[in-house]
């Protein structure tokens, strides 16, 4: 890999031993990846240890934490002192709400890690917003702009819906970005990358959040790692229909990266989704396809619900706004727990507007920072869950064993209300 001035002298140490350490982490990444150079980044989200779900396992394993957090994050075992990162750093979601952990069914052992966790980001100048969706609360890249994101929704939604450009990061490569402000040049930082592969002819009139998910999960399926370019969409999409579209492509498939043809920024045309290359195959997404997937997500028998879970992708306020207005005034079936997840920056504006209190109101919890899947909480006695995410309906019945269905924010509400199922495509 060709170095610039300043990358040579990060891998000799003379910015320190840590900087060395995670330049050394980068240059070996980029070597196995082929990547021919390094590309300045000054965005990056990653997760320092904190959704870790073995950590306290490990823990008397270091002499201290830090000396974990190097063996962890830099893959290396004599840093003993993390500095300060040098590029803007974002904090993605947490292993669990420090508000709130007693009531996730948390074990106070995660709760210390956790605290200790939080210091250490909090000294490393890293930005505690704790939440999958960055781009909701403060970090919002722009067109073309390099950043080095992990969580794989949020990398979909920013490829996609911005053409903001990352790969899909891990915990190490993002945490030796945070200290050099670099990352390899390579994958979907490269303009030739960002082209289509697979054409998707849309056929059925996809409108809702709940159709955008359906419609990223089927692009998961068919395009696994390559990029579905969707075409024949008529309707607008909001920011949420991208996010849940991410989202569940990414755990259908590996989706980093979807075009809709006359929507999306580098896809105003077909033309433009390929560029020069013709599409590998062809598919057509109409209702039948469209019915099949909503049953791939709908996969529980038993129509008592015990659990609903929201905020996956963490909530929007506009869905934060209608979850609260569907729940004002009603009660929750004592038969379930019912959880919404929001980043923890909305949560100053939901106890503003009162949404807090007709969510509590209800039964239900307002939640932030992390989620089910993460944290690996629910309620322990939840064996029938509804969401309206078809990721976490993808992956609760693995992590937790539990039937799951999957439907609109009003299907799950009112599942919560009844503690029956009544969903239907
Ligand atoms: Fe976020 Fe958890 Fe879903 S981290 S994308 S709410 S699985």
């Known amino acids: 890999m060709k170095l610039k001035q300043d990358e040579i002298e990060m891998l000799e140490g003379k910015r320190g031993l840590p900087v060395q350490r995670a330049m050394e982490f980068l240059v070996k990444y980029g070597d196995v990846l082929g990547a021919e150079e390094?590309?300045?980044?000054?965005?990056?989200?990653?997760?320092?240890?904190?959704?870790?779900?073995?950590?306290?396992?490990?823990?008397?394993?270091?002499?201290?934490?830090?000396?974990?957090?190097?063996?962890?994050?830099?893959?290396?075992?004599?840093?003993r002192e993390i500095p300060r990162v040098s590029a803007f750093s974002c904090q993605l979601e947490h292993g669990l709400d420090p508000?709130?952990?007693?009531?996730?069914?948390?074990?106070?052992?995660?709760?210390?890690?956790?605290?200790?966790?939080?210091?250490?980001?909090?000294?490393?100048?890293?930005?505690?917003?704790?939440?999958?969706?960055?781009?909701?609360?403060?970090?919002?890249?722009?067109?073309?702009?390099?950043?080095?994101w992990m969580e794989s929704s949020a990398v979909a939604y920013i490829n996609t819906a911005i053409g903001a450009r990352t790969n899909c990061e891990g915990r190490e490569s993002s945490a030796c970005s945070m200290l050099t402000g670099k990352t390899p040049y390579w994958g979907l930082h490269l303009p030739e990358n960002r082209y289509g592969h697979y054409l998707v002819?849309?056929?059925?009139?996809?409108?809702?959040?709940?159709?955008?998910?359906?419609?990223?999960?089927?692009?998961?399926?068919?395009?696994?790692?390559?990029?579905?370019?969707?075409?024949?969409?008529?309707?607008?999409?909001?920011?949420?229909?991208?996010?849940?579209?991410?989202?569940?492509?990414?755990?259908?498939?590996?989706?980093?990266?979807?075009?809709?043809?006359?929507?999306?920024?580098?896809?105003?045309?077909?033309?433009?989704?390929?560029g020069s290359k013709k599409p590998e195959q062809n598919f057509v997404l109409d209702r039948a396809e469209m019915e099949r997937t909503y049953n791939l997500l709908n996969t529980a028998t038993n129509p008592n619900v015990d659990f609903v879970m929201l905020g996956c992708p963490h909530y929007s306020l506009r869905q934060l706004w209608e979850t609260a207005m569907l729940l004002e005034g009603k009660k929750i079936s004592p038969n379930l727990e019912m959880w919404v997840f929001i980043p923890r920056a909305l949560k100053e504006v939901a106890d503003r507007n009162g949404y807090t209190k007709i969510i509590e109101a209800s039964g239900a919890l307002l939640m932030a920072d992390t989620c089910p899947a993460l944290a690996r909480a629910k309620p322990p006695t939840a064996k029938v869950i509804a969401t309206d995410s078809a990721k976490q309906s993808h992956y609760m019945p693995g992590i937790f064993g539990a039937e799951s269905y999957f439907g609109s924010t009003e299907d799950c509400v009112k599942a919560a209300i009844t503690g029956k199922w009544e969903g239907r495509f």
């Open 99 to 148: 508000d709130v952990w007693e009531k996730q069914y948390i074990k106070k052992s995660k709760f210390d890690i956790n605290e200790k966790d939080e210091a250490i980001s909090r000294r490393m100048n890293l930005n505690l917003i704790c939440t999958c969706s960055p781009y909701l609360v403060g970090n919002l890249p722009v067109f073309g702009e390099h950043c080095v």
């Open 201 to 274: 002819d849309v056929q059925y009139h996809i409108e809702s959040v709940r159709d955008w998910g359906l419609l990223g999960y089927y692009g998961g399926m068919i395009a696994g790692e390559k990029i579905p370019v969707f075409n024949g969409i008529k309707s607008k999409p909001t920011m949420e229909s991208y996010k849940h579209a991410g989202a569940a492509g990414a755990s259908s498939g590996g989706t980093e990266m979807m075009h809709v043809v006359g929507l999306t920024p580098e896809a105003r045309t077909l033309q433009e989704a390929f």
């Open 38 to 79: 390094m590309v300045d980044t000054q965005n990056i989200c990653g997760t320092i240890n904190n959704t870790t779900p073995f950590l306290d396992t490990l823990i008397d394993k270091f002499e201290s934490f830090e000396h974990l957090v190097s063996e962890l994050n830099y893959n290396c075992d004599d840093v």
